[in-house]
């Protein structure tokens, strides 16, 4: 088998930009992504093991059941594992001593699938704590905030101009991981949408792509055109903080037991992370956005040169007659004069044409530097090589 290694000129990497919308909907408790319920599965709760609303990332172990637990000689299940090289210990300061930690060479360090999430709210009252759980989510992003109050004064953590400190507001905390969000959101692709009774209420979209949330189609008119919130679009997070009525005359217990109107900090209660036991049943909530994805995409070229690759190890690549051998308790010989067989075509029958050593390409295999296989690129048609042949296969991989 011959190896031939790729150089700059016959690789290629670039990026294909793309922008998946995704749409999550938010009803009495219960998440939906992109208009997709869990289907039951027949050896857990849903047969991508995530609740509804959650990506599952690589969807693997799919409706599999697990024989003796997630990872583990005779598990049915795919898991993640390294092994510990011979030469070096790993430490991982965040394992007990008694588990994975500083292991001995030839350790396998095993994970688990699967890895998901999705977004996540929270409902922060005025008077929690900064510095407390989860509240603290929010004093991370104050820097984050503030770097962006060059594209709107709405962009400051403390604001005189607004009369409002986030530390200290009633308001909404709305997470998107980066396994939806990829390179981060598209400007202007926020859109947030409050229903009661399945009628809209009100919509806050960022037309001027600044970040700015602004009401537009509310039943209460006069507050059409106010910001209600901002979108940080690289990091992933919305806030929320439109404390107005949307509806003078529905009440529900968004955030506790005590009716109130329906409100942009309440989007979304029913599911926050931080409060329990929320139900609103004639409300229901609609989060959509496009996300900013970079695909990699490698394009190589397998030269098969002239002169070369015209020899195979295929038994058929020999003349039947000259496949004879001599086994026996000293060892396994064969005739040192084996024939290759000429399958060069002539135009006179019973005969064949001028030798030429032919093969078939029909696999073209990629291996990294420690030789290991790592892909294979199957021709839909083997391709004849003759010695005076030379090849460029063009090859597209996914990264």
């Given at each position: 088998m011959s190896f031939y290694k790729f150089d700059k000129k016959s690789s290629l990497l670039n990026y294909l930009n793309a922008l998946p919308e995704y749409s999550l909907f938010i009803y009495d408790g219960k998440k939906y992504l992109n208009n997709f319920?869990?289907?039951?599965?027949?050896?857990?709760?849903?047969?991508?093991?995530?609740?509804?609303?959650?990506?599952?990332?690589?969807?693997?172990?799919?409706?599999?059941?697990?024989?003796?637990?997630?990872?583990?000689?005779?598990?049915?299940?795919?898991?993640?594992?390294?092994?510990?090289?011979?030469?070096?210990?790993?430490?991982?300061?965040?394992?007990?001593?008694?588990?994975?930690?500083?292991t001995t060479p030839g350790t396998?360090?095993?994970?688990?699938?699967?890895?998901?999430?999705?977004?996540?709210?929270?409902?922060?009252?005025?008077?929690?704590?900064?510095?407390?759980?989860?509240?603290?989510?929010?004093?991370?992003?104050?820097?984050?905030?503030?770097?962006?109050?060059?594209?709107?004064?709405?962009f400051q953590f403390s604001s005189s101009v607004h009369a409002r400190s986030l530390s200290s507001s009633n308001l909404s905390l709305i997470t998107i991981p980066s396994i939806i969000t990829g390179g981060g959101l598209k400007r202007g692709s926020v859109s947030l949408k409050y229903y009661v009774s399945g009628a809209l209420q009100a919509e806050l979209t960022d037309s001027s792509r600044r970040g700015e949330l602004v009401q537009v189609s509310?039943?209460?008119?006069?507050?059409?055109?106010?910001?209600?919130?901002?979108?940080?679009?690289?990091?992933?997070a919305i806030i929320l903080t439109g404390a107005w009525d949307l509806n003078a005359s529905h009440q529900e217990g968004y955030i506790d037991v005590a009716p109130d109107n329906p409100k942009w900090i309440?989007?979304?209660?029913?599911?926050?992370?931080?409060?329990?036991?929320?139900?609103?049943?004639?409300?229901?909530?609609?989060?959509?956005?496009?996300?900013?994805?970079e695909i990699p995409n490698l394009t190589l070229h397998a030269i098969a040169p002239r002169g070369e690759l015209n020899y195979s190890n295929n038994p058929t690549f020999l003349s039947a007659s000259s496949l004879n051998a001599i086994t026996g308790s000293r060892g396994y010989f064969e005739d040192a004069g084996r024939t290759i067989k000429n399958i060069v075509s002539s135009s006179f029958t019973q005969t064949t044409g001028s030798f030429e050593k032919i093969t078939y390409i029909t696999k073209i295999g990629i291996y990294d530097e420690y030789k290991n296989l790592i892909a294979v690129a199957n021709l839909a048609n083997p391709v004849r090589k003759r010695e005076k042949d030379s090849f460029t296969f063009k090859l597209k991989m996914d990264l």
């Open positions: 319920d869990s289907v039951s599965g027949a050896y857990s709760d849903t047969i991508t093991g995530t609740p509804s609303g959650f990506v599952n990332l690589y969807e693997l172990n799919i409706n599999r059941p697990a024989s003796n637990g997630v990872a583990g000689t005779g598990s049915n299940v795919v898991y993640p594992f390294m092994r510990q090289s011979e030469k070096d210990y790993l430490t991982l300061s965040s394992l007990t001593s008694g588990s994975q930690k500083n396998d360090i095993t994970g688990s699938y699967p890895l998901s999430s999705s977004v996540i709210n929270y409902y922060f009252a005025a008077g929690d704590p900064l510095t407390s759980s989860p509240k603290n989510k929010l004093s991370a992003l104050k820097n984050t905030i503030n770097y962006y109050s060059f594209d709107s004064n709405h509310g039943t209460i008119a006069a507050n059409d055109g106010r910001v209600a919130g901002i979108v940080l679009y690289n990091e992933g309440y989007f979304g209660s029913s599911t926050a992370d931080n409060l329990s036991s929320i139900s609103t049943p004639s409300s229901s909530y609609e989060l959509t956005f496009k996300a900013k994805e």
